[in-house]
């Protein structure tokens, strides 16, 4: 089931969106992450892709930056905090002369071993990457989300989605050959539609399967270090850290362990969305577990 949650965004009454906001952090080469850090104080790559300093220690490095930045960020008001919701992304863009649209959802999912609820795209099955964990432990939450389809034969959730981006959006991002929509949904008959189209559908992660496997890791350390502290932990679902955000695409055909999910755009209109790039940036929307 696709869950609502309380996300931290960017205050676009203090900051132009377009200065701070990045591409995924693992797509940018090193003269890009330069310009992007430079372009603006409180740009994204300052907490996900910081400089390296030669005087670099264990009192004194990037993710230590990171979080002590993000710290700053929040106390000085740069974001915002909104109370349970999901956010809709509408992205429609070019490629290879055709325009294409697709409409998806940040939301967040109860991690789970890799199920029949929760499958990966990748066979054989993702490994940690450790770094990606370490910085999950300095910030205490996500910057980039998991992308993944959910089945939706019927397309009632597509239409859902579609019906719900008919209003004034939040944010409008125009970029090279591309324009993104940000709608906040926050009424609560439209959280439970949401939650009701998609209970009980499985989920193939498309992008992100290492952020998975290491929010895996991260929950068990959390529920771990409780216990160690005489602590009995709460159901699971109980503590911020047994979820995951996540960029949802809504998929016409079974999402199953055995059929390759469509990796290429279809031409508008389309009944399957698109499931690979263009991906949405870096920032838009945060899911910190405090």
Known sequence: MLLPFCGWRYDPGR??????LAPPAR????????????????SIVRLTGNRFFDSDGRQDNVLTRAASTLD?????????RDRPAFYLLRQEFMAGGESYSRVGVFCRILLKEWSEAVIPHEIPEPTLDVEILQRLRALRGQIEPVRAVIADEKQALEKCLDTMAGYQPLLKLELENRVDWLWVVDHHEQCLELQSLSAGKVLRVVGGHDLYVAALVYRNEVRQALKNAGQTPPALGMLESDYLMALIWPYTLPVTGKEAVVDRPSPVP????????????????LHLFW
């Not at 900051?15 to 701070?20: A, G, H, N, P």
């Not at 969305?273 to 838009?284: A, I, K, L, R, T």
């Open 15 to 20: 900051i132009d969106l377009r200065e701070v």
């Open 27 to 42: 797509t940018l080469d090193e003269n890009l992450r330069r310009e992007l850090y430079r372009r603006h104080t409180k």
């Open 72 to 80: 700053c960020w929040r106390s000085e008001g740069t974001f915002l």
């Open 270 to 285: 389309s009944p399957v969305p698109p499931v690979m790039p263009p991906v949405s940036w870096d920032g838009m929307v």
